[in-house]
């Protein structure tokens, strides 16, 4: 079974790189960021909760979205694997997806991590924020915020990992494609 993490800042490229992956791999894809979005859109009480959070930047409750990943992995018992897209996001996601795996007999098989700077992210947040609709798009204060979230509240997840050493760093900027066979070659070395 492949486990994969896919990580890196907003806008790093994990949604873009994460559909070609599943293409690829044929594996479940649990995007939380997407799993968040659509409680919005079911007007959910677990969605507006999580939009009050989402438009300021912030992240939502660690307790949410492990619930969101248990339920997932439960209702998908017999998958080739997972590939995990925005999770975990705090130290504590990651020990709770260690104990969850576990308990399924599994393990993570790599983090993958995109590396890119953050004038080049806030550029493409900006950019998608023209056509995306997304409310966490649209101005470089929120932008920023959530860039800080992520250095603050985020990166330590990759010591995490890397202490596991399972921890492979990959440069997030270039041609999508170059960038993809990059990650064919960090699976291809589990
Ligand atoms: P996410 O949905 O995970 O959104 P994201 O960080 O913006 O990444 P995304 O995958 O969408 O962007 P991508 O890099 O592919 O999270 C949104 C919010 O949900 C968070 O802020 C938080 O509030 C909440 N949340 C989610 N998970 C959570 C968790 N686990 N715990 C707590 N809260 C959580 O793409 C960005 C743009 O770059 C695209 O326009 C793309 O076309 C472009 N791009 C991609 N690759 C490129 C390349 N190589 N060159 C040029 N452009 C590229």
Redesign the pocket.
């Known amino acids: 079974m492949l486990n994969l993490i896919l990580f ?11 559909e070609k992956i599943i293409a690829k791999y044929n594996l479940i894809h649990l ?4 799993l ?2 659509s409680e919005i859109q079911a007007g959910s009480e677990l969605g507006l909760k ?1 939009k009050t ?2 438009d300021q ?6 307790e ?2 492990i619930g969101m990943i248990d339920h997932k992995l439960s209702a998908h018992r017999d998958a080739a694997g997972f590939i995990f ?6 130290v504590k ?1 990651a020990e709770a997806l260690d104990t969850l795996l576990a308990s399924h007999n599994e393990n993570i098989s790599v983090m993958v991590a ?1 590396v890119v700077e953050d004038d080049e992210l806030l550029a ?2 900006l ?2 924020g023209k056509t ?1 609709g997304r409310p ?2 649209q101005n470089e204060e929120l932008i920023s915020k ?1 860039i800080q ?1 992520y250095n603050s509240k985020t990166k330590p997840v990759a010591d995490y990992y890397q202490q596991q050493e399972k921890f492979v760093p990959i440069n ?5 494609e170059t ?1 993809f066979e990059e990650i064919n070659k960090a699976i291809a070395a589990v």
């Open positions: 890196g800042p907003p806008g790093a490229g994990k949604g873009t790189q994460s995007s939380t960021g997407d968040l979005r999580a959070l989402m930047g912030l992240l939502v409750p660690d949410v979205v897209d925005g999770f975990p996001r705090t996601q995109l493409r947040l950019n998608r995306s966490d798009d959530r979230e997030g900027i270039g041609e999508i960038i």
